[in-house]
């Protein structure tokens, strides 16, 4: 596929995401956190451009480096910090898939991506390491392996000659985006096609259907940052109030009213906005228009 189609799949999937209102939680459109604005994320989808579109002409060599360059673009051209760190982990390898593929069929871009990953070396976890202090990303410091805050933890990665997907296959079982890329992008995929079919089978305008798949990972997983940031049992609240906002079938007052409860509590569930960004690019290559 040619790469400005998909670097420009990529870049509108992140501008989408952050502009749905509203997404419990999230930066978007109608409001911002205290040290991050809407405008610092338009800024950030605006200056990963160049390295989605380096990675879709890679074809599969290099993820861990076009990783760390995707978030020092994106600290260059705003002040907001960690504004797409987990969407490029996901954006990455994707784009790669894409530019390596003729066509964008589920099966063909799933296994590509999976491929890519799988093949992944040392040099890309050593990159992945590097990319951590630069987006000042919060990490599980009770977790003893490879500590991404530990410059010794790198010298380990190189004496046991240990990969990219070696390394996120030791914090899956904790975190989402992590679980996506060692287990073949499954909800990435899964919920590309649920924005697909709520806009074509429930006839949702664009904006609630990224809403409402949003909610419903919500309602399916609990958050691997709101988890790490604020402890089990509010990440089980969060999950469980999703779960009873889908079931109630997404009434707009009840969205709004835990949207303003989380943002006035600084609970952020950033990897399922991460997670809804990848799907959202691939619903766009797979002819999602605006």
Known sequence: MDEDQVARSAQLALLLEVSAYPKPGNVDRTH?????????FLASSVAVYPVLREAAMRKGRGVGELIR???????????????HFGALLLL???AMAAGASDSCATPVLKYR?????????????????????VAKVR???????????NEASLEEIRNKQ????????????????????????EKSFRYAALIADF??????????????????????????????????????YVKERAKGIVDRG???????????ELIKAGINPGSSADLIAAALFIAILQGLKV
């Open 92 to 94: 990455i390898p994707l």
């Open 113 to 133: 991506a999976s491929e890519i990953m799988r093949n992944t070396d040392v040099e890309d976890a050593i990159e992945l390491y590097r990319a951590f202090p």
């Open 69 to 83: 360059k995707g978030v020092e673009e994106s600290v260059k051209w705003q002040h907001g910090g960690n504004t």
């Open 199 to 236: 806009i074509r089978d429930k006839r949702l305008q664009l904006n609630d259907a990224i809403t409402h798949a949003y909610l419903n990972l919500l309602a399916e997983e609990e958050d691997t940052f709101v988890k790490m940031k604020f402890g089990a049992d509010k990440s089980r």
């Open 32 to 40: 911002d956190f205290i040290d991050t604005s809407y405008e610092q």
């Open 162 to 185: 240990l990969s990219l997907f070696d390394i996120l296959s030791i914090s899956a079982p904790y975190d989402l985006i992590s679980r996506e890329l060692v287990g073949g992008f």
């Open 139 to 149: 990490v599980r410091r009770d977790v003893a392996e490879l500590d991404v805050m």
């Open 250 to 260: 997404y009434r707009r007052e009840e969205l709004e009213e835990f949207d303003h």
